[in-house]
């Protein structure tokens, strides 16, 4: 049983292009977390999305910063126009359903991305 | 405001040696997780523990939970170089249990 895939691993984009960050759930898992963490910090909560849907959005920048989850397919985080502070690793996670009590999100390997 | 928060920033031991990390918080929590990153990779889950449990133990890990302090820490006993890596604290609050706060970690350096 394959973990969550979060693909590319590395991914380098120039000032004002648009990077795509592509999250495969686990087996069986329909709901999915995108956190950010900057350099030398801890992870912060972007977005948290279900099939089709986004449940809570209340971490994402308001602008250039979009995701979805649509009904087949992986989940896509997506940065318009990049700039350098948007130089960062990003972590998709994933629950089977809403995070219950007493129950972990696995994390998926991350996506560096760098803006040149 | 930080709703994790490890404690020290950095710690370096010899291996065979313990290592001890702390993590405060500040709101109610339904959970708290600890996890380990090695340099530039992804998180490993390492353990689990609820807010009515008192202590937890995995293999040479000892993780203790206080709610009335809002802290918890981790142990890790008889250290290995392999275990030289970032490790985070990761709570739910009550109201948003699928939404986790991370502090900034502690980098665990042991030496061989």
């Known amino acids: 049983n394959a973990g969550v895939m979060q693909n590319p691993r590395h991914l380098v984009r120039r000032r004002g292009q648009e990077a795509r960050l592509r999250c495969s759930p686990m087996?069986?898992?329909?709901?999915v977390y995108w956190y950010r963490q900057l350099p030398e910090e801890g992870l912060k909560f972007m977005v948290y999305?279900?099939?089709?849907?986004?449940?809570?959005e209340s971490g994402m920048p308001k602008e250039r910063f979009s995701a979805e989850f649509p009904k087949e397919g992986p989940s896509i985080l997506r940065i318009q126009q990049v700039v350098r502070g948007d130089s960062a690793a990003y972590f998709c996670?994933?629950?089977?359903?809403?995070?219950?009590?007493?129950?972990?999100?696995?994390f998926g390997q991350g996506t560096r991305l760098t803006v040149v | 405001s930080q709703q994790g928060e490890e404690d020290p920033q950095a710690l370096s031991i010899q291996e065979g040696e313990n290592a001890t990390m702390n993590c405060s918080y500040k709101?109610?929590?339904?959970?708290l997780q600890w996890y380990r990153q090695n340099s530039g990779r992804g998180l490993v889950h390492l353990i689990l523990?609820?807010?009515?449990?008192r202590e937890k133990h995995s293999g040479r890990l000892r993780v203790t939970l206080d709610t009335s302090k809002k802290s918890s820490s981790l142990l890790i006993t008889a250290s290995r170089a392999a275990d030289t890596a970032s490790y985070f604290c990761?709570?739910?609050?009550?109201?948003?249990?699928?939404?986790?706060?991370f502090g900034k970690g502690t980098l665990l350096t042991v030496n061989p």
């Open positions: 999305l279900q099939k089709e849907n986004i449940i809570d």
């Open positions: 709101t109610s929590i339904n959970n």
């Open positions: 523990i609820r807010s009515n449990e």
């Open positions: 990761a709570t739910d609050a009550s109201r948003s249990n699928y939404k986790l706060t």
């Open positions: 996670a994933s629950s089977p359903g809403q995070a219950q009590l007493n129950t972990e999100a696995f």
């Open positions: 087996k069986g898992h329909s709901h």
